[in-house]
């Protein structure tokens, strides 16, 4: 057993050391009817790593993979280049092996570059803090909508009809146990966001917050200044979603826009698909004030004993090692190693690359719509989107879907998945656009349309 | 001091003093010990490390009134820079692969690399949460396969896969004790009772459910005082209690295994309670006791501790959550079933009541989703991995060795360190230590800083609660006796300096990349951000 460094006459010695007789004596404090007394029967015994190996590839070639077919997913998680080098570096045993930084002093690896995110993800989203990372975007915008309450003292969140169904799912689940009412109603197939119609609901409340995402789920830009306001108007936050960090290198950030609270899942960059996690849950708020009602871990500056700068992790008089069933967050456990790929993704990429990125994506998905609008019965949706666009096929888009994917064609998500209750939205299809895109990718997309819908 | 610097590059170091004993340097560098900047300080806005295409003027644009004017700010480094600069922290930090990293109740064990490699194949890696499950077959037998051998090794009905760590685990099992209750028309239950010696997770969990909160106490021995908990228990009265569930550690955070768990079990189940166990500490009886077996109903199984997943500097984690017949059919969506033709079956909520009605007879009712997608994929295929690699014997050898490990330290260390529970019988996979006998105003915290210059990373301290100044060892399975001998004469050393009273212990750790840091000044002025808004 590779993984096991002690042999047999070690276990022995270590015994009388101890003074028992056998490894059983150990465990007398466990209930003799409770024990096994050998290895779970119906189980296989260990396997060399080969065999370990190969049986793990044979499930892997049972799926297929991105990469290596025409592929236009998003929907919440996008499909970016990460370069080689951020996998080396969140490869490094230093990183990849090292807990939660307790002790500072030999923690500051760790430290200093959850201090370097932090202000790269404030930056990003046009924030004053942002803390050391969450779960994922959609327990993010749970957290969000329980600090506003907090904050307001209300209990009632409207979201908007263009929040990810998944975190609108999620909210309503939490809020069945924590008292808190969701006002949600689901996206109507226009060009424009419903602004007007959001305003009308907020108007008509008192609620703690309006949660928007931006882009939105079709891929439309929802105008955050103009809901921001009539929030504000109501004495609500607002708590901008965000799920492609990639789009706010082309649109202005939410915190410019005017939200409170910027929320967002962080793994299009340097993260991956991963079939859905781990993910990185990204959470900043505009007024610094809001900091001490912020869940999850914050990483501060701070000085040694002979007046170096260092920093540690800060403010936890808010978290539940400290204040338990008090604090803001039973959160313990976060996403540092995807942070740190997050912040190594960043720092390549910089400001310029991050706007180069942005563009080309841009440019792809124009081009990608416009093309695909070409297709005998099909429509685009949108006026404004960033890289992901829904299309209208004026039949059912799940079965085109599946169809496409019989061809070797991932054709994007269908509303039909997400809204499996909402027929008068079976026809859309979100079809995500990135620089990983070709055009022999976007050829193959309107080549498989037009045959499906022939 | 040295204030961060907004106009360019300059050592942290450099302004400083040089510290007792070491050379002052040019740079602020100590030979390999190597000084970083930040990126702020370095980087520009205009460099970058990625080749891309310039952006082209004209063509369409679809921003809207929306497109960006402001800069974002943001510094980027040339790839030769960024792989240095992250090089140079990385060597600022402890990690299980440079030593033993003793972290009691977290479970700091060697990460094997074929882990890695495989989390790393495109067939796992590469592959979106919204595929056509026709196409993902290999991920969901992935999640199916794990489930199957948590399940046996638990003894358990059923298993919550997407809980994301060990407290969105916890939630998910108090959810599933919420939602059971409701359905049995029960809501007045709203207490959970939660012993002292508890992670801080429980009760911060509980409350996030909206629970009240009650402690249990502990007996002299470290452990449950069943006849308190019975006593509470019957004040709910007229078979109509208050109380929800208990919420306990086992083996509990002072390295015990709570004998009386089957009894704790049967008071609360009599009571119409449900039973709620924090499986922390499952890598002690891995193999060897199923806490299905002891009357559990919801355990989370940290999936970064047990089987060995890293913890990559606070996370990612994984939670599985193993249910009881009574809880499974409360269990979060999405979950995955296998059907006879072999085929796996992602339930969402479109199918859930019809995949219900077809094929569980319509017990199953979740209360809903609890995260975007499947849960952590990645953690996945890295324990299952594990799991293979050690089998069925394996893991229990996991345990026992664990055991004896612990037990090794305890024993080695009893004569001068103070062990209060060390007549309550062996510990299991940790030992509690506390700093009763310390001389000359010493402190736990102390002995961990000494514990660094000696090469170390300190244990865990002032936890549990339960104990004055305590210091709890874990040292694994993954540790050679050789590495726990070498470990145990670096303790016996500082635990004879503290006994005596050596102040010189108030100074550590001198070694390190950083002397003590101001943990005060961070919490009373933050600065959270480079350059940023101060948040007082």
């Keep these: ?454 | 001091m040295n204030a961060p610097n907004k106009s360019g590059w300059k050592p942290a170091m450099q302004a400083a003093g040089s510290g007792e004993g070491s050379a002052a340097t040019h740079t602020g560098n100590r030979a390999l010990m190597l000084e970083e900047p930040l990126i702020f300080e370095i980087g520009h806005r205009e460099t970058t490390g990625v080749d891309l295409p310039a952006p082209s003027s004209g063509g369409s644009d679809r921003l809207g009134r929306f497109a960006r004017t402001a800069p974002i700010d943001l510094p980027g480094l040339s790839e030769p820079e960024t792989v240095r600069h992250y090089t140079r922290l990385s060597r600022q930090n402890y990690a299980i692969d440079l030593g033993l990293f003793p972290l009691g109740s977290c479970t700091m064990k060697h990460n094997p690399r074929l882990n890695e490699k495989v989390a790393r194949l495109p067939g796992f890696a590469d592959v979106h949460p919204l595929q056509p499950v026709d196409t993902v077959q290999g991920a969901l037998a992935v999640i199916d396969e794990l489930a199957r051998w948590l399940i046996a090794l638990t003894g358990m009905h059923a298993v919550a896969m997407s809980p994301k760590a060990g407290a969105h685990g916890e939630l998910c099992g108090i959810l599933c004790i919420r939602a059971a209750l409701d359905a049995r028309g029960e809501s007045g239950r709203t207490v959970i009772l939660v012993p002292e010696s508890a992670h801080g997770t429980n009760p911060a969990t509980a409350a996030f459910a909206g629970f009240s909160v009650e402690e249990v106490p502990a007996n002299a021995d470290g452990r449950v005082d069943l006849p308190a908990l019975k006593a509470r228990l019957a004040r709910g009265g007229d078979g109509a209690g208050d109380v929800a569930g208990v919420m306990i550690t086992n083996p509990n955070t002072c390295g015990l295994f709570e004998r009386d768990m089957k009894a704790i079990s049967d008071a609360v189940h009599d009571a119409g309670g449900y039973v709620y166990c924090d499986g922390a500490n499952f890598n002690a009886i891995v193999g060897r006791v199923r806490p299905g077996d002891l009357g559990i109903d919801a355990m989370h199984i940290n999936l970064h501790k047990t089987f060995s997943t890293p913890h990559g500097g606070g996370g990612p984690g994984s939670g599985p959550v193993v249910l009881s017949e009574a809880l499974a059919p409360f269990m979060p969506l999405p979950y995955t079933a296998r059907t006879a033709d072999g085929h796996i079956h992602l339930v969402e909520e479109e199918r859930a009541d019809a995949f219900s009605e077809e094929h569980f007879g319509g017990v199953m009712q979740s209360f809903g989703r609890m995260t975007a997608f499947h849960g952590q994929m990645g953690m996945f295929t890295r324990a299952l991995t594990y799991i293979l690699s050690h089998g069925a014997d394996g893991l229990r050898q996991v345990a026992e060795d664990a055991v004896l490990n612990a037990n090794y330290v305890l024993r080695s260390l009893e004569d001068v360190l103070d062990a209060p529970f060390a007549r309550s019988g062996p510990c299991m996979h940790e030992a509690l230590f506390s700093d009763a006998g310390f001389g000359g105003g010493l402190s736990t915290l102390d002995l961990a800083k000494g514990l660094i210059d000696e090469g170390f990373h300190p244990m865990t301290v002032y936890f549990p609660l339960v104990v004055h100044g305590a210091m709890l060892v874990e040292p694994t399975e993954t540790e050679s006796k050789a590495a726990l001998d070498q470990f145990i004469g670096a303790l016996r050393h500082l635990a004879e300096r503290a006994r005596a009273g050596d102040e010189t212990l108030k100074a550590a750790p001198v070694h390190a990349p950083r002397r003590r840091l101001d943990e005060t000044q961070a919490a009373r002025r933050p600065v959270l951000t480079w350059g940023g808004t101060d948040p007082r």
Excluded at chain 1, 72 to 85: D, K, T, V, W
Excluded at chain 1, 109 to 116: H, N, P, R, S, W
Excluded at chain 1, 236 to 252: C, D, K, M, Q, Y
Excluded at chain 1, 396 to 416: F, I, P, Q
Aim: charged fraction near 20%; glycine fraction near 10%; include cysteine.
């Design chain 1, 1 to 454: 057993m590779r993984y096991l460094p002690l042999t047999d006459s070690d276990r022995q010695a270590m015994l009388s050391t101890i003074g028992a007789g056998s490894i059983d004596d150990l465990f007398a404090d466990v209930p003799r009817e409770a024990w096994l007394d050998g290895p779970i029967e119906g189980l296989p015994l260990h396997a060399s790593e080969q065999a370990v190996e190969r049986h793990m590839r044979k499930l892997a070639r049972q799926n297929v993979t991105a990469g290596d077919v025409p592929f236009f997913l998003g929907a919440g998680a996008y499909r970016h280049h990460i370069p080689a080098s951020v996998d080396h570096i969140i490869q490094r045993g230093e990183f990849l092996t090292a807990y939660t930084p307790y002790q500072p002093e030999i923690a500051q690896g760790t430290l200093q570059m959850l201090f370097e995110f932090q202000t790269q993800v404030a930056r990003l989203y046009g924030c004053a803090v942002a803390n050391a990372s969450l779960y994922d975007g959609s327990t993010a915008c749970w957290e969000a909508i329980g600090m506003a309450r907090r904050i307001t003292r209300r209990n009632l969140a409207i979201l908007d009809a263009g929040l990810h169904p998944h975190y609108v799912e999620v909210a309503r689940t939490m809020a069945r146990f924590t008292g808190d009412r969701i006002d949600h109603v689901p996206p109507v197939l226009e060009a424009g966001c419903g602004e007007d119609a959001l305003i009308a609901r907020i108007k008509a409340a008192e609620p703690s917050c309006v949660v928007v995402q931006y882009p939105d789920i079709l891929g439309r830009i929802p105008d955050l200044a103009r809901i921001g306001a009539a929030a504000r108007e109501q004495g609500a936050l607002l708590i901008a979603v965000n799920t492609e960090p990639v789009a706010l290198g082309a649109i202005r950030s939410p915190g410019e826009e005017g939200a409170d609270i910027v929320v967002g899942e962080g793994q299009a960059l340097g993260v991956g698909l991963q079939f859905g996690g781990p993910y990185l849950g990204l959470f900043a708020v505009r007024d610094p004030r809001h900091v001490r009602q912020m869940p999850g871990r914050l990483c501060g500056e701070t000085v040694d004993a002979e007046g170096r700068r260092g920093f540690v992790l800060t403010l936890s008089t808010r978290e539940q090692h400290i204040r338990r069933e008090k604090a803001t967050s039973n959160i313990c456990t976060n996403s540092g190693l995807c942070a740190l790929a997050f912040s190594v993704h960043m720092t390549l990429l910089g400001e310029k690359g991050l706007r180069a990125l942005a563009a080309e994506n841009h440019r792809l998905a124009c081009h990608a719509a416009e093309r695909l609008a070409q297709v005998p019965g099909v429509r685009l949706l949108n006026d404004t989107f960033f890289n992901e666009f829904t299309l209208l096929l004026g039949c059912d888009a799940r079965a085109v879907v599946r169809r496409l994917a019989g061809n070797g064609v991932l054709a994007g998500v269908s509303l039909g998945r997400l809204y499996p209750d909402q027929p008068q939205l079976a026809e859309g299809l979100v079809v995500a656009v990135t620089e990983t895109t070709t055009e022999e990718d976007i050829s193959a997309l309107a080549d498989a349309l037009q045959e499906a819908l022939a």
